[in-house]
C-alpha cells in the first residue's frame, strides 16, 4: 500500500509508523485507547520501596523490588502484595541509612476500591533485603503460597487458609543463600506438583569499591556470576534441590527475570533466564528431568547485533495470534521481541526488535517492568513498559505499545493526566484485574519512592468484552499453571498459557485474560491441561470470570461453573 506524504505526516503527529499504516488495519480503526489512571491515593495502598539508603551505592541497591497480584483469602478478588529493600548492617550501611523498618507489604482488596494492609496480621513482613516474588500452591491445599527472593536470604511462606502465613523455609529445604532475583513455581516433570526454579543474579561483594567517578559504583561485569537453581518438590511439603542433575547448574549466570513457557509446543514447560551483560539462557525441556540450554541455537541468547544485552524482564507470550509463544525482553536500551517463526513444526525464534518498530520507540529509555497484556481489550496483545535510570535515579517516562495486528506495535496515544505523562524510576510492574471490571490494572515499584496503582479506565462508549478464566486443577497442580488455553471467538483465535512469574521480578494475575473486541460470546474454549487431559468448552457469554476445574477423569469434553 503506497501511503502520501499527507497520510505519512498524519501517522508521525499521532505516533504511528509508516509500517503500521501499510497493513490491512489502519490505526485508525482501533478502539481508542483506555487510559491507565493513578488511583494510588484513594486505593489506601501507602507502599515507599527502600534500598537501604538515601542515596545509591551499590548494584544491590539499584535492583529494585517486584510485587505479585493473588487472591490470599480466596474470595474472588486480587491481593497485592509488594516486596521490599531495608537496612542491612555492613550491606548498605554507608553514607546516609534509611529503610531500618522497612518490610514487605501484602494489601487485602477490600472490594471497594480500596485496600487494607493486613502484613503484620499475616505474618509475610520479609526478611533480610527483599527483591522479588512468585506465588503458587506448592502443597495443593487450595491457598496461594509466597516464595520471596532477597540477598543471602529467600523465604517460602505457606498459607495457612485462615489469613496468615508461616515462614516453611528451612522445614521445606528452600534455603538459598545467595542474590536471588526472578524465581517462577512451575511442575517441570508434570507430576501435578509445583517445582521451584530460582534465578540467582552474581556474587556481590559489599565492600568492593574499585576505582568508579564518584557518581558511580561497580557494575555486573564487576562480579563473579552465580549459578541457577531447580528444586523438586517431593509432595510431603518439601523439596529436593536438583539443579546440578537437571543440567540447570551447568553455567553460571547473572539472572534478572525469568518465565516459562512451552515456546516448541511439546506440552512440556521450559525456563527463559534474562542475564544481565551476558548471553541469556533458554532451557528447554528434555521431557526426563533434565534441560539443554538452547538459547543460542534458538537465537535469543544475544541482542539482534550478536550483544550481550542488559537484559531484564522476559515474557513468553502468542503476540500475533499464530498458536506459538513469542519472546519479548525489557532491557537498558532497545529491548528485544523474538517472534516464533518456525521451520515446519520445529520453533525458531526470529529477532524483530527493529521491524517491529519497538526498536524505534523505545531506544531512548531504560526498561525494567513490563507486561504483555490486551489492556484495551480487542484480542491482540500489547506491551506495558516500566522505565527508570539505571545506575542513577533519573526518572523516566513509561511507555504503552499498541499492537497493530500486523506484526508491529506503535506508542498508544495517552491523555495529560495518565500515567504515562509522568515520569518515575520504575522497577517491578505487575498487572491483574483487581476490581473484576474485565480490563487489567497495573501497579509499579519505583525505586526509593511510593509505589503506584494504576486503574486501566476505558473511555466512555469504548468498553470491549473479554473473558476471564479461573483455574483449579485435581489431577494436574491445583494453579492449573502449564495449561495452555485457546480461545476461538468468530474469526478471532487466541492462545495463553497461565504460568506464574513472568517480566521484572514480579507475578501478573494468575487468571488467563482474553480480550473479545466486538464478540459477545467465546464459540469454542479449549484446555490442555498439564496432565494431558483435554477440555472443551463451547457457547460461552463473554463478560464473567469463569472458574473451571479440570475433569478428574481425562475426557474429551468438561463442564465449567461460573462464579
Known amino acids: 500500500m ?3 506524504r499527507r497520510q505519512l505526516l498524519a501517522g508521525a503527529a499521532a505516533g504511528i509508523p509508516a509500517w503500521a499504516l501499510r497493513g490491512t488495519t489502519r490505526a485508525a480503526d482501533l478502539p481508542p485507547a483506555p487510559q491507565f489512571l493513578d488511583v494510588t491515593a484513594p486505593s489506601g495502598i501507602r507502599f515507599r520501596h527502600s534500598f537501604g539508603e538515601k542515596h545509591l551505592s551499590s548494584i544491590l541497591e539499584g535492583t529494585g523490588s ?23 548492617e555492613g550491606v548498605t550501611n554507608h553514607s546516609a541509612p534509611d529503610g531500618l523498618s522497612a518490610s514487605n507489604h501484602l494489601y487485602r482488596n477490600n472490594g471497594d476500591g480500596t485496600f487494607t494492609d493486613v502484613t503484620r496480621a499475616a505474618g509475610v513482613g520479609g526478611v ?16 496461594p503460597d509466597i516464595f520471596v527472593t532477597g540477598y543471602r536470604h529467600s523465604v517460602l511462606y505457606h498459607n495457612n487458609g485462615d489469613g496468615t502465613f508461616t515462614d516453611v523455609t528451612g522445614d521445606a529445604g528452600v534455603f538459598n ?15 501435578g506438583r509445583l517445582d521451584l526454579f530460582i534465578g540467582n543474579y552474581l556474587r556481590f561483594v559489599p565492600n568492593y569499591r574499585h576505582y568508579y ?18 528444586l523438586h518438590n517431593n509432595g510431603n511439603g518439601t523439596f529436593t534441590d536438583v539443579s546440578r542433575e537437571s543440567g540447570i547448574a551447568r553455567t553460571p549466570g547473572r539472572a534478572m527475570g525469568v518465565t516459562v513457557g512451552d515456546y516448541d509446543n511439546d506440552g512440556w ?5 534474562a542475564n544481565d551483560t551476558m548471553p541469556s539462557f533458554l532451557y528447554h525441556n528434555n521431557h526426563n528431568g533434565t534441560f539443554s540450554n538452547v538459547a543460542v541455537e534458538q537465537n535469543v541468547a544475544y541482542g539482534q547485533n550478536g550483544e550481550a544485552t542488559t537484559a531484564m524482564g522476559p515474557i513468553f507470550s502468542d503476540m500475533h495470534n499464530q498458536g506459538w509463544l513469542d519472546l519479548f525482553v525489557s532491557d537498558a536500551s532497545f529491548h528485544r521481541y523474538y ?4 521451520s515446519g513444526q520445529r520453533p525458531y525464534f526470529i529477532d524483530r526488535t527493529n521491524e517491529s518498530g519497538i526498536g524505534r520507540i523505545c531506544g531512548q529509555y531504560v526498561a525494567w517492568g513490563d507486561g504483555v497484556l490486551d489492556y484495551d481489550n480487542d484480542g491482540w496483545k500489547d506491551i506495558f513498559i516500566g522505565d527508570g535510570g539505571l545506575a542513577w535515579q533519573i526518572p523516566m517516562k513509561s511507555l504503552l505499545l499498541r499492537n497493530d495486528r500486523q506484526g508491529g506495535f506503535h506508542l498508544a496515544p495517552s491523555a495529560p493526566d495518565s500515567f504515562f505523562a509522568s515520569r518515575r524510576v520504575c522497577r517491578g510492574a505487575c498487572f491483574g484485574d483487581y476490581d473484576n471490571d474485565g480490563y487489567v490494572d497495573a501497579f509499579l515499584t519505583t525505586l526509593g519512592e511510593p509505589g503506584i496503582l494504576l486503574h486501566n479506565t476505558p473511555p466512555a462508549g469504548a468498553r470491549a468484552h473479554w473473558l476471564t478464566i479461573k483455574l483449579e486443577g485435581t489431577r494436574s497442580n491445583r494453579d492449573g499453571y502449564g495449561t495452555r488455553l485457546e480461545a476461538v471467538a468468530g474469526s478471532l483465535r487466541q492462545m495463553v498459557e497461565a504460568i506464574s512469574e513472568s517480566g521484572y521480578l514480579s507475578q501478573s494475575d494468575p487468571r488467563p485474560h482474553f480480550g473479545l473486541g466486538d464478540h459477545a460470546q467465546v464459540d469454542e474454549l479449549t484446555l490442555r491441561w498439564p496432565s494431558g487431559t483435554v477440555q472443551v468448552l463451547k457457547n460461552i457469554a463473554a463478560n464473567q470470570i469463569l472458574h473451571i476445574t479440570e475433569p478428574a477423569e481425562a475426557p474429551a469434553k468438561g463442564l465449567a461453573s461460573s462464579r
Not at 564518584?214 to 549459578?227: Q, T, V
Not at 514447560?269 to 533466564?273: K, L, R
Open 213 to 230: 567517578p564518584g557518581d558511580n559504583y561497580p557494575g555486573p561485569l564487576d562480579y563473579d556470576p552465580e549459578f541457577n537453581r531447580l
Open 269 to 273: 514447560p521450559d525456563i527463559f533466564v
Open 339 to 342: 517472534q516464533n517463526a518456525r
Open 2 to 4: 503506497k501511503l502520501t
Open 128 to 143: 533480610g533485603f527483599g527483591i522479588g516474588v512468585t506465588v503458587g500452591d506448592f502443597d495443593n491445599d487450595g491457598w
Open 66 to 88: 517486584g510485587c505479585a497480584w493473588l487472591d490470599y483469602n480466596n474470595d474472588g478478588l486480587l491481593d497485592l502484595y509488594v516486596v521490599n529493600g531495608r537496612f542491612v
Open 177 to 191: 543463600p545467595h542474590y536471588a532475583t526472578g524465581a517462577a513455581f512451575l511442575d517441570y516433570d508434570r507430576d
